[in-house]
């Protein structure tokens, strides 16, 4: 009897995990597809990423709602000091990485832009050793040849590469890097009370949404203002249309956040990390598939050099914290083009740890 409930346990566990993968997958690898399928139609990245903040605020601001409602306790309202000095930097470094992602949509392919984003663990590692938060070791080094020379082979003689669209993605991944180093440190301040990932993101999105109207107004203001499917509107049913889509890239961009969280929270980050490498793949290959991109041997070569050494860093980060004592994989291990947070290490294990992690997930 106790065989038999020690067998589904397990299986009950395995279908969880699967469960949540897969619904992982399909927010993560939608949301990819869906902005990069909306960018052929809709010319203004900037403000669909805009929009989809707004809706992303105004989702975790009816998630604080009911939450304060089902605990009876009150959700943490920063000061205006706090909120703009400790909050603003990553704010802005995130919407940067958010907004330019979805701007290099407008030249090129899944593929080439799945890849240059999973390069954002190296800059990651880079300013963590700025800011002193890894130390330096040959297997950090080999890590960063590998995916950058992983890079080179999957861009090199590429027949779909666009100088524009490439450098755009490159400087996401780069800002990316800034912005999970600081996601890191802002996360460790206890005393702000961000554990909670709902209020993470509810304070995050407005400074994300300013920061980010700058550009928006300079590269994009003056022809929203005068396209037919925005300002100058002739149809109703077309404008609804239009907004609709914007609407529903939101709400992917909050149940990839969303599910994430579920993931991490009930299986652990290990889990994540692997399941977004494969994750890699599989975008790779249904951009192949469904869009046409066109993969080279030398290509495939890079990128699995490049998930080589994605996958070593996951298992350097894995054996450092069973190391360290404990038998939890380290909480803070990302995933796919989101590995960011892999540099967190040396957090107090405990129910806040498995909040820590979402943070500003949900973005691309």
């Known amino acids: ?15 969880l995990t699967l469960g949540l993968v897969l619904l992982y ?21 900037l403000f669909m990423t805009m929009l989809h903040l707004a809706v992303i605020f105004l989702f975790s601001a009816l998630s604080r709602a009911l939450v304060q409602c089902s605990s009876h ?16 930097p990553t704010a802005l470094a995130t919407a940067l990485d958010v907004g330019l992602s979805n701007w290099s949509f407008l030249y090129i392919t899944v593929s080439l832009y799945t890849m240059t984003k999973s390069s954002a663990v190296l800059f990651i590692l880079i300013f963590s050793l700025i800011f002193k938060l890894e130390e330096l070791r040959a297997t950090l080094v080999l890590v960063v040849l590998l995916i950058a020379g992983g890079l080179f082979m999957f861009t090199y003689k590429s027949t779909q590469f666009n100088v524009k669209g490439f450098s755009l993605v490159l400087g996401a991944s780069f800002i ?29 999105q407005p400074l994300m949404f300013l920061g980010l109207f700058p550009l928006f107004a300079i590269f994009e203001g003056l022809h929203l ?15 609804l249309r239009v907004l609709g889509s914007l609407f529903l890239g939101g709400i992917l961009a909050f149940g990839l956040g969303f599910s994430e969280f579920l993931l991490v929270s009930r299986t652990s980050s290990l889990t ?22 066109q993969i080279s041997l030398l ?28 038998s939890k994989p380290l909480k803070g291990l990302g995933s796919g083009p989101d590995l960011e947070l892999l540099l967190r290490s040396g957090q107090p294990e405990g129910e806040e740890e498995e909040d820590n992690y979402f943070v500003a997930q949900g973005q691309q």
């Open 225 to 239: 203002s005068t396209s037919e499917k925005i300002f100058r509107f002739q149809d109703t049913g077309l404008l």
């Open 176 to 204: 990316g890097g800034i912005r999970w180093t600081l996601t890191q440190m802002l996360l460790q301040k206890a005393e702000l009370g961000l554990q909670n990932p709902i209020d993470t993101m509810f304070h995050l």
């Open 73 to 88: 306790r009150a959700r943490v309202v920063l000061s205006w000091t706090d909120y703009l000095k400790r909050v603003a």
């Open 25 to 45: 997958y399909c927010f993560s690898i939608g949301i990819t597809f869906y902005n990069k399928w909306l960018t052929k139609s809709f010319h203004f990245p």
């Open 1 to 15: 009897m106790g065989r038999w409930a020690l067998d589904v346990a397990f299986v009950w566990k395995a279908v």
């Open 272 to 293: 994540l990390s692997i399941a977004g490498i494969f994750k890699e793949v599989c975008t790779l290959l249904l951009a192949a598939h469904l869009l046409g991109d």
């Open 299 to 326: 290509n495939w070569l890079g990128f699995a050099l490049c998930l080589s050494g994605i996958s070593l860093h996951v298992a350097l980060k894995a054996l450092h914290s069973r190391g360290d004592g404990g």
